[in-house]
C-alpha cells in the first residue's frame, strides 16, 4: 500500500519560509507526477506545484518565484521549499503522486499557518 507522509508545516510571520517534504512508501514502480496540492480555509483544493519525472515543473500562477519543487526519484520523496509566506498561502498542503499525468493519491495533509 503507498503512503505519502507530509512533515514541515506550522506557523510563520507574514514574509517568513517554511520548506515542506514528503516520503513516500510502498511504491511498486516509480509515479510519473509528485507534488504539492493545497486547501485553503473555504476554498476548493487546488495546484501548488508539480513535477514530472523528467523533471517538467508546473505552478501555480500565485506562488510563481516564491515557491520551487524538487524531488529525489532514487529516495522517492518531494520537497518544497516556500519562501515570502503570505497570509494567502494558508491551508492545508497534500502531498500527491500519479503515475501518469495526474496525481491520484493523496497524504493526510499538513497545516501551513501565516500570521499577518
Known amino acids: 500500500q503507498v503512503q505519502l507522509v507530509e512533515s514541515g508545516g506550522g506557523l510563520v510571520q507574514a514574509g517568513g519560509s517554511l520548506t515542506l517534504s514528503c516520503a513516500v512508501s510502498g511504491l511498486m514502480f516509480s509515479p510519473n507526477i509528485m507534488g504539492w496540492y493545497r486547501q485553503g480555509p473555504g476554498k476548493q483544493r487546488e495546484l501548488v506545484a508539480t513535477?514530472?519525472?523528467?523533471?517538467?515543473?508546473r505552478y501555480a500562477d500565485s506562488v510563481k518565484g516564491r515557491f520551487t519543487i524538487s524531488r529525489d526519484n532514487a529516495k522517492n520523496t518531494v520537497s518544497l521549499p516556500m519562501n515570502s509566506l503570505k497570509p494567502d498561502d494558508v491551508g492545508v498542503y497534500y502531498c500527491c503522486l500519479g503515475y501518469l499525468k495526474t496525481c491520484t493519491i493523496w497524504g493526510q495533509g499538513t497545516q501551513v499557518t501565516v500570521d499577518s
Open positions: 513535477m514530472s519525472r523528467s523533471g517538467t515543473t
